[in-house]
């Protein structure tokens, strides 16, 4: 389908997990993408798997979201015809550690609340000046269960999610006398790359997390995202939580075990 045709939807941690599967299915969509993340020859990769899916525009720039000044350079050098944003995926997040706040590392605490607070923030501010000047557009980030019930271990990463849903609560409210919309998608256990980073390349650890259960896939989040995007204009879907479905919340989660 086209239902996003001459649109232009901007996605953070383009290259990889639900990221780029928002970007897959925003280009089966005949979207035209503005793609961030660190790393510029995945994003090179990306573009070119991309190319084949969409006659859109497709836009990246590497872009270190925990830096401000970084995100205002890459926004003011985005092309003319890609500037209207009209929908930002606020998808860049990660966790670094599982311990408690007693042994935990700051400095994986700074990486984790500068990528998925204030990186969120620093590309919201940049990008919502132009929706609101046009008075249109979308904002999607990418909560977690973690940001509605903590975990032992998990605490900053934790906070970081609870932030999250704040952010976006705080934005729907600031921008309700406009046509904009705010929504927060907040995925469960996701198959990504997500626990390797979080136990740092420890892939057996990262393997365990998922074992006895059938996780979500990065396309059932592109999915939902897809979903609150398409709505028409007159309907905010405002949160979506969804899990695979043995795990009720961040701390109930059934799984089987192996013979
Ligand atoms: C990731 C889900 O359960 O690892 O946001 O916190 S969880």
Known sequence: MNRLNNKTVLITGATSGIGKSCARYFAS????????????????????????????????????????KNVQQVVSALPEQLKKVDILVNNAGLAKGLEPIADGLPENWDVTIDTNVKGLLYVTKEIVK??????????????????HDVYPNGGVYCATKYAVKAITQTLRIEL??????VTTIDPGL????????????????????????????????????LYAATRPPHVSINEVILTPVNQANSNFVHKVKAD
Not at 41 to 46: A, G, I, Q, T
Not at 206 to 224: E, H, Q, S
């Open 130 to 147: 132009g929706m609101t000047e046009r008075n249109s557009g979308h904002v999607i980030n990418i909560g977690s269960t973690a940001g």
């Open 29 to 68: 969509e005949g979207a035209n993408l503005v793609l961030f993340a660190r790393r510029e020859h995945l994003l090179d990769e990306v573009k070119n798997e991309l190319k084949k899916l969409t006659e859109g525009d497709i836009y990246t720039s590497p872009c270190d979201i925990t830096n401000y």
């Open 176 to 181: 309700v006398a406009t046509s904009i919309r």
């Open 190 to 225: 996701v198959e990504t790359n997500f626990s390797n980073v979080r136990f740092n390349g420890d892939s057996e650890r990262a393997k365990n997390v998922y074992k006895g259960i059938t996780p979500l896939t990065p396309d059932d989040v592109a999915d939902a995202v």
